[in-house]
T-cell receptor
Framework: RKEVEQDPGPFNVPEGATVAFNCTYS??????FFWYRQDCRKEPKLLMS???SGNEDGRFTAQLNRASQYISLLIRDSKLSDSATYLC???????????FGTGTRLQVTL | SQTIHQWPATLVQPVGSPLSLECTVE??????LYWYRQAAGRGLQLLFY??????ISSEVPQNLSASRPQDRQFILSSKKLLLSDSGFYLC???????????FGSGTRLTVV
């Protein structure tokens, strides 16, 4: 089983739609969780951390389910500018290393 | 504020030539530093990480090496490049795993 698994997509959604991405992780000792956004041919950028109680940042909501070992990202009212690849990131439980999922591609269309 | 610099942005090198990519961080002390590679259409692969000067951990055996001669400087090298070394090389820093990583803008390497 991969350490972090994501549906690669692509998810093609119209502007204004709500879209959700899920991610599963294998290491039950993981404590830190993140969603990163990567635009084409650019570096990944931190979108938001994921907290145990769930957290929201504007149109973005992140949830963590430790029992099932999955993380989700919900994007409401999608914008064209949300088109990107979204990377699920989990700490390895040791040292200072994070493991990145291969990403889910989102394409928002008119 | 902290910034991370990575250069060059683009590099085309012949097979068998040497490589040196440099990454520097400003505005923080004793950061954890990382080198990642992303092959076209693929995920991020951790190559090396360092928790201090002279301390390098290698994740993937290959013809690449890394060095950290100063606290905020991380260098990725190769003596002889292979075609398979082509990719997008990213340097990142963090102060703790709770804070996540911040990436440099990357170097796109094409080995021809």
């Amino acid at each position: 089983r991969k350490e972090v698994e994501q549906d690669p997509g692509p998810f093609n959604v119209p502007e204004g739609a709500t879209v959700a991405f899920n991610c599963t992780y294998s290491n039950s000792a993981s404590q830190s969780f993140f969603w990163y956004r990567q635009d084409c041919r650019k570096e990944p950028k931190l979108l938001m951390s994921v907290y145990s109680s769930g957290n929201e940042d504007g149109r973005f909501t992140a949830q963590l389910n430790r029992a099932s070992q999955y993380i989700s990202l919900l994007i409401r009212d999608s914008k064209l500018s949300d088109s990107a690849t979204y990377l699920c990131v989990v700490d390895t439980g040791t040292a200072s290393k994070l493991t990145f999922g291969t990403g889910t591609r989102l394409q928002v269309t008119l | 504020s902290q910034t991370i610099h990575q250069w060059p942005a683009t590099l085309v090198q012949p097979v068998g030539s040497p490589l040196s990519l440099e990454c520097t961080v400003e505005g923080t002390s004793n950061p954890n530093l990382y080198w990642y590679r992303q092959a076209a259409g693929r995920g991020l692969q951790l190559l090396f990480y360092s928790v201090g000067i002279g301390q390098i951990s290698s994740e993937v055996p290959q013809n690449l090496s890394a060095s950290r001669p100063q606290d905020r400087q991380f260098i990725l090298s190769s003596k002889k490049l292979l075609l398979s070394d082509s990719g997008f090389y990213l340097c990142a820093w963090s102060v703790s795993r709770v804070a996540g990583y911040t990436f440099g803008s990357g170097t796109r390497l094409t080995v021809v």
